[in-house]
């Protein structure tokens, strides 16, 4: 790894995705302890955006006060469970514009095939924020990254809850500007391409389907 990916060893992040993993979590459950981790997630990929001071006046006094520099930011679900992470960073960044990218895995080739693409206009003009709940073989995540740089975003990274390193290698293959955020990097992939340990289909937990 480099110091492009970062993992979050904080003890309540490791403490909740831990409950997440259990299979004996429920759905309402599950879903509650993905936003709240994804609050945690939102904090650190935020962690360097730039801060100018305004004058405000407290109860007290007048003083010179830290605040975001007016840095725009989009937050690009990739369908359907980046809807989980993104319910969570909206909680901590109302503001932000929101986008989504819809794929799914051809059963022939495995390439990731685009169904659904909407994202603001002024995309380029923003930092933008990608989330997915698991990193697996990389190739959907890489997908979305090279059609958010064809319709002009230049500041991108990468939000996560688990990734594997296989994930991480073709990430960091097909887009090394990108940074990598995530809550856990796991062991690898099996033969069915989930990851290990991992948490099985976080789609699938998250909305109660099979």
Do not use: W
Request: hydrophobic share 40%.
């Amino acid at each position: 790894m480099n110091e492009l990916v970062t993992e979050i060893k904080h003890p309540l992040v490791q403490h909740k995705l831990s409950l997440m993993r259990s299979k004996d979590t429920p759905t309402d459950n599950f879903r509650r302890l993905l936003r709240e981790i994804s609050q945690m997630l939102a904090y650190e990929v935020t962690r360097d955006l730039p801060i100018e001071f305004t004058k405000i006046e407290t109860p007290i006094q007048t003083i010179d006060a830290p605040t975001i520099s007016g840095k725009k930011l989009c937050v690009i679900s990739v369908l359907r469970a980046g809807n989980g992470i993104l319910d969570g960073m909206l909680d901590l960044l109302p503001n932000a514009r929101v986008g989504h990218i819809g794929l799914y895995r051809d059963p022939e080739t495995l390439e990731p095939v685009e169904y659904y693409y909407k994202v603001p206009e002024d995309i380029a003009e923003r930092l933008v924020i990608v989330v997915d709940p698991m990193l697996a073989t990389g190739n959907s995540a890489a997908a979305a990254i090279a059609r958010l740089k064809l319709g002009g975003a230049t500041s991108i990274k990468f939000v996560c809850l688990l990734a594997a390193p296989e994930g991480i290698k073709v990430m960091q293959n097909a887009h090394p500007d990108v940074p990598i955020i995530t809550a856990s990097i796991d062991q690898c992939l099996n033969e069915h391409g989930y990851i290990v340990p991992g948490l099985g289909d976080a789609g699938d937990r998250l909305f109660g389907t099979k």
